[in-house]
């Protein structure tokens, strides 16, 4: 854990360098009291809670955070996680063409998060509408041009009401994908499509997350936003849209539609949602610019750090790469399994005192570096025994 005068906003465990914010996120001590003391509320008197106070609590809530996006309030809804609610939006504009007796089809890219393509798998599966994962190799074929074309090659191959859903930040690679393009010459060519962004890292990371053109857009809070976990968010582009989307298991209040449909999920721990403006107040302690800043010039230096001492180039244009995020090719020549990845994760974590995470992508092994307020440059130095590891 670094000395930098930021790390005492964290709880973070003295001793451990902590690497990997883009998985999980790290909750500030002061947000983290915030959810405490909405526990405490819910738990000295659950009825008065669940019954009056909750249900006014999340509307303020959910306001902060439609405020924060500068959209409506009645365009965005609390989900738990950007892949529940990737899912829950691409079930619902699924049922809109079912409902209307019209066969759908979805399509995404290679380039997905792992949990999301595995979720669109079951989405069709039930709704009896295809899928079309359209190939995108990292890091040679990252351009508007290819993954347009290929998408857009699917989509014709179907002929029929197509929902595209694309990563507007890849969560193995680090990609900052050039979304609001691919999606302009999408809709240029295929103007009825519906285009669902799967932004997971995108809130708090990016200034300005939400790309033109999309329809709907779910991003996580718990990441760089370091609101508690799970806590995540649904923007609808319009009205429109929003009429269409409804929660994978409703309950009360499911007839009043969107966002109110989304509020009520059962008796459950809502306190993450209700502490999330509190995490957006703390990074407005300092400004977008000295946040990106600090995060940039960290994570470039510890990249450098890691590439000269190992003796490997950059594989990836540096406009491609995410602002926060970097990835170090690993001078480990056979490709690592999932399980092997694990194995060199939990080597790190308990020999170098170091949590970090390990991918292999295209035949080549990297590790994903990830930088927030509380770390420094020296916090990386560890990762250079890594490879010993494998």
Request: hydrophobic share 40%.
């Amino acid at each position: 854990m670094s000395n930098n005068p930021h790390a005492s906003h964290w709880n973070l465990a003295q001793g451990v360098n902590f690497l990997n914010h883009g998985s999980f996120g790290a909750v500030p001590r002061e947000v983290e009291a915030v959810q405490n003391e909405f526990q405490h509320r819910a738990n000295t008197n659950p009825n008065r809670w669940f019954r009056f106070e909750l249900p006014e609590l999340l509307i303020a809530a959910r306001q902060t955070a439609a405020e924060w996006f500068g959209v409506a309030e009645e365009q965005f809804a609390f989900v738990p996680n950007a892949s529940q609610g990737v899912i829950t939006a691409v079930q619902a504009l699924v049922d809109e063409l079912t409902n209307q007796s019209q066969p759908a089809h979805i399509v995404a890219t290679s380039l997905g998060y792992g949990g999301v393509q595995r979720g669109l798998q079951r989405v069709a599966q039930r709704s009896s509408a295809t899928l079309s994962a359209v190939v995108v190799r990292y890091p040679d074929e990252i351009t508007v041009e290819i993954i347009a074309s290929r998408i857009s090659e699917a989509i014709q191959v179907a002929e029929t009401p197509t929902i595209v859903v694309l990563d507007l930040i890849t969560s193995d690679t680090g990609v900052l994908l050039p979304v609001a393009e691919i999606i302009a010459k999408l809709k240029a060519k295929h103007p009825s499509i519906r285009v669902v962004i799967d932004g997971a890292h995108g809130t708090g990371m990016l200034e300005f997350p939400l790309p033109t053109g999309f329809d709907v857009w779910v991003g996580n809070f718990h990441k760089w936003m370091c609101s508690p976990r799970p806590s995540a968010g649904l923007v609808c582009a319009n009205r429109e849209i929003a009429q269409l989307m409804a929660p994978l298991a409703p309950s009360w209040d499911y007839e009043l539609g969107f966002p109110v449909s989304f509020d009520w999920q059962g008796t459950s721990d809502y306190s993450a949602y209700l502490a999330t403006p509190r995490a957006i107040e703390f990074q407005q302690q300092w400004t977008y610019a000295e946040r990106n800043s600090h995060n940039t010039q960290v994570v470039d230096a510890a990249a450098k750090l890691l590439r000269d001492f190992w003796e490997v180039d950059p594989h990836v244009e540096p406009t491609l790469e995410a602002p926060w995020m970097r990835m170090v090719q690993l001078p480990i020549p056979a490709p690592l399994s999932r399980p092997e990845c694990n194995e060199l994760i939990r080597k790190a974590s308990v020999e170098l005192n170091t949590e970090t995470t390990v991918m292999s992508v295209g035949g080549h092994n990297y590790v994903r570096l990830s930088a927030h307020m509380y770390n420094e440059l020296s916090d990386y130095e560890r990762l250079a025994d890594l490879p010993h590891l494998a």
